[in-house]
């Protein structure tokens, strides 16, 4: 026997499907400013699709970018808030002559939709939205409060949310945020993702002499910049991959003994990774597991190399200049200026005559992120999750960086769990892309169950 | 009062100085295909010249390439033979618009002669042939038996040098080779080049995963190619320079307190050196001079690197595959296969799991060359040129290669001492080459001078 809510859902089934393709096709692409009045009637019909749920407030906010689509339901005042995050723009669909379909009209086939943002993010996006109005015209009323904060620019950096969070932290300010963007493990498995690491990047320029010189008339007389760059990189790390520049892990989080058995619950494949990536062997800090070390370790990567000559056959000069790119990934808590500047002192502090090095800041840093596996939040995802996959959440995290979680961390004051069902096969950011019509359903029950179980919780 | 011999060089001095001129209207580029018939043309000019001068068994040779012209005067079969070394090609004259009159039509102005050619090798190579015409001429005979090989190819490297000695060993026989191609200090300031640095390559490819990673995604899992590249060339040299491939130095002849004694002589500005290559200060073994490590110490030179991203900004991957490119300058008695083998041994016996490292052989290697300083063949060249310049010449190296003195010494067991009279203001392979006309009289007294002094010598 069906609850009210199941029942509405169930009533409904094929509007809220249709309502979806509408939506996936407006080719709301924020990379390409010629889809600028796109991603305007995205935001338009995502702010009418919150008023027919029954949300207030609703608000089409300016930003330095495109607008954010704001709304709320305030009504339980003794109630925690929760504020959900998602965003409505797509990523770009060429090439298009690898679809099967066009990319902008959808087709609904073997119970999954196809269409550019239908796992990325506007499938996800509507199901808390279709929860609310469930659960407003069933029971007139939320468990708690609810916010929500809807961008159009996450394909390309979200570079306006973090003077937009500034602006609006007391319009914003909530108890946990949700974010209706990202993936589970399988269809089978459910996770719950911990962590991100943060990112920073340097850049060292080493000058030799003014220009190339003749190997044969030069060569024994001066510094060569590529030496130099080589040894200068050679003191990164000792021979098992242990990063040695001073300082590096005073503020890393040390893993605990239920951090390691927790990341080594998911399955890992150590031989397969190996024959697919075409290595002999895995590599890094002998102390961590290779899951452990993507997920928790940080690392200083040689981005790239380059200086002399690179061209067919020999040519005998002592060169001018070698440069090199690092990328630094970081965890809790280390700090990517604090980071970057004992890199740079390490490498500076090294200074070797005949030779200049120079060290820049690369933009775009990023700072890690960490909630902990027993925050109520994930206590109450966990159930949720729990009991829509019949299997518990493995507890994840991910070597690359999300900058939202950790901004909403910083300005906001408050974590944010994953409550969203896209998987790694549904094509993201490639062609073909597509969403279950399962995972349609597993948001939309979902959500309803975890603003109660949440509403317990915190 | 003048010698016969000097009054032969002064009656027909115009007559000598035309037919430099009409030499250096042949264009006979070597690097150009289109100038293939030039060169032949030059070859028949220089035969029918070695002719006039009174030359027996003159020869236009055929080899795997241009044309060798071989000429001899062998009535002295009690006394030492010589063997006279100079090329009728010159460099390509481009770019044009940078001469001040046309390259192939030469000018006569302030007692120097503008061409391509003048210096590099056209008038030294004329200056033997004249001296062998006067002494015939006025003595009827020459002090010792002589053979000229004049080639066609050396400003592409000589590549059909070393087969065309081997099959002509027994013509080439001698005691001695002179070579009149080649610089003195100043003109004021004689040298002798007692020897030059011999040269093998290397290239050191690292291959990491198959394709280029996402960092985020697996950096700290696993190797990352630029980082193994980086500790190998770091392993070439200690921080001070010294080179630490094992067994690099054992067949290094050391340098001797005499050695070191004529090295210091010729003057080293160390201050304006680091101005001019716009250095802070000269690098390398500490132990030597900048003057010996370049004349007389090996070195391995890193010429080139390359790997992974090398754009503006940031990309976040691990890279799939890193590559560096050495060069070895070598002394005497380094073999250049044995050198490039111990290098190769000491890269890769650090094989390091997660990474394919493989070294390969760069074409181009030459053996070094070193003669002992006071060989009689040096003994007599000194005694000349210090009558020539009023001043003692300076015994000095070259870091570069020269391939055909190892190339002698190699196939006809002989040294080769250098006696021209270029000098490095004269443009040689630039814009607006000439040659003094005093130049040209020194050759010609000097050849007589130096085939007397000889004769006593060997």
Known sequence: MLTPYDAYLKENHDRFIDELLDF???????ALPEHAEDIDRAAKWVADRLKAAG????????????????????????????LIYGHFDV????????????????????????????????????????????????????????????????????????????????KLACD?????????????????????????????????PAGDLHSGLYGGMVRNPIQTLSRLLATLHDNAGHILVPGFFDDVVDLTATDRQLMAKPPFDEAGICARLGVDALFGEPEYTPIERVWARPTIEIVGISGGFQGQGAKSIVPSRAQAKLSCRLVADQDPERIAALVKRH???????????????????????????DHPGNLAVAQVLTELFGNAPFFTRCGGSIPACSLFLKTLGVYTVN?????????????????????????QIGYAMLLRALDRQL
Chains 1, 2 share one sequence.
């Open 347 to 373: 490498i500076q502090r090294q200074r070797i005559p005949g030779t200049q090095v120079q060290v820049i800041d690369i933009e775009g840093r990023a700072l890690p992120y960490l909630m902990p596996h």
């Open 55 to 82: 949300l207030e407030h609703v608000e089409i906010m300016p930003t330095s970018g495109y607008p954010v689509v704001y709304a709320d339901w305030l009504r339980a005042p003794d109630r925690p808030t929760v």
């Open 24 to 30: 996936l096709r407006i080719p709301s692409i924020s």
């Open 176 to 208: 946990l945020a949700l974010s209706a963007d990202g993936l589970q493990w399988s269809p089978d498995q459910p996770k719950i993702e911990l962590g991100y690491r943060g990112i920073c990047g340097l850049q060292i320029d080493v000058q030799g």
């Open 91 to 170: 990523q770009p669909a060429d090439p298009f002559d690898l679809w099967d379909s066009p990319p902008f009209e959808p087709k609904l086939e073997h119970a999954r939709i196809y269409a550019r943002g239908a796992s990325d993010d506007k499938g996800n996006l509507l199901s808390p939205i279709i929860a609310v109005e469930a659960l407003l015209q069933t029971e007139q009323r939320l468990p708690l409060n609810v916010k929500f904060l809807l961008e159009g620019q996450e394909e390309v950096g979200s570079p306006q949310l973090p003077d937009f969070l500034a602006r609006n932290r007391q």
């Open 419 to 443: 409550f969203s069902f896209s998987y790694e096969d549904e094509n993201l950011h490639a062609p073909n892309e597509f969403v279950r019509l399962k995972s349609l359903e597993k948001g």
